[in-house]
């Protein structure tokens, strides 16, 4: 990847996306002073001026769409903080344009559109990142070095039981649970274990008393390589001690146990007569909480090289882990990853077209080159 990000101002931000969580994408990009928010596009030119008026900022232009703004404010990169059907066209646009991109999760709506944007990044020599802001939390860090001390891995297990009611879209789609949130679930196991998931077996069901209209309750059981299990369990309808929005996670290794209540420091246990493994994990790692450490992480890979966390590169595989999950469920038997990315594949490499096509056609195997 070759961006070159001018060193001696601040960045300048389109923000495309201006509903629930684009609010929180404004406030903080806002915040951030090496970067300067130059645009907001929504489809709803209202919600974007609404947006920013709340925030003090209603001299920052507006528009209904990224194409309608970009060359009039000349920005550095682009925030996609659209609906999950959008991120695909959003995000290739910009793309196209040689804006890179940080993007909210779900990286796509599919794994094929999302194969097709990871090739866009690669054709167009262009960062895009998701934000998985989930990651971003110091004591996921910490829980992490933990783990490495407990040795060789057996299972890590993660709950996830709340009973929000939201109303709105994802109370009438279908895999609430999985495509919405278990994906942050899976993605923070992906950054603690470091190991590629293998295969699944999941089961979803819809509790008697459940409000949503898709199966809001699901047990996932991944294999890693090397052997290795992580199991999830969730419910977006389970009132009562409810767990946080991180999930309440438990790590059984060789010398013993960590565990981590998703919320306060997380607690190890090294069993008497065993000693913690040595690890290199760097303990002064403290990231910025949530979106703000993904944004710096962002602007820090554009002005200097680095690989972040989350390309599309990296990121392909949480997605996948959901969509493997989800087949699974569907077929009522374990499925293997690299089927499900074999049908995206293929899929994506008849539907893409240009210089996308040709970033496809040049992998030598399902998973993106690194
Ligand atoms: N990281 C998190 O914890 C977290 C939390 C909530 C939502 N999200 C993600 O953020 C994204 C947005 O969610 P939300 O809750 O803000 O949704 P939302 O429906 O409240 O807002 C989406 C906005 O995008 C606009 N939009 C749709 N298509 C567009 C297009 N082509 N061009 C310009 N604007 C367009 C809509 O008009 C709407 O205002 C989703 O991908 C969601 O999964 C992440």
Redesign the pocket.
Known sequence: MTESAPVNRPLRALL???????RGWLRTIRAYDEVELVGV????VA?AKAALDEAGASEVPVG???EELADAVAPDFVVD????E??H??TMEALRRGLPVLG???LAATLTEALELTAAAQAYDRLFMV????RYNGHLFAYRRQLLQLGRLGVLTAEFFKAPHFGG?RDAMDHPLVL?MAI?AFDSARFLLDADPVSVYCEEYNPPWSWYAGDAATTAIFELSGGLRYVYTGSWCSPGQETSWNASWRASGEHGTARWDGDGPPTLEIVEGREAAPNSDDPSVDPHPG?AGSLREFVAALRTGSTPMGTARDNVMSLAMVHAAIASAKAGGRVHLADILEQAYTQARAQATGPVADALAGWTSVSPPG
């Open positions: 495309v996306g201006a509903g629930g969580m684009g596009a929504d489809l709803n919600t209904q769409t990224l903080v659209t609906i999950p959008a991120h066209p959003v909210e999760k779900p934000s998985q802001s989930r879209f919405d942050h979106i």
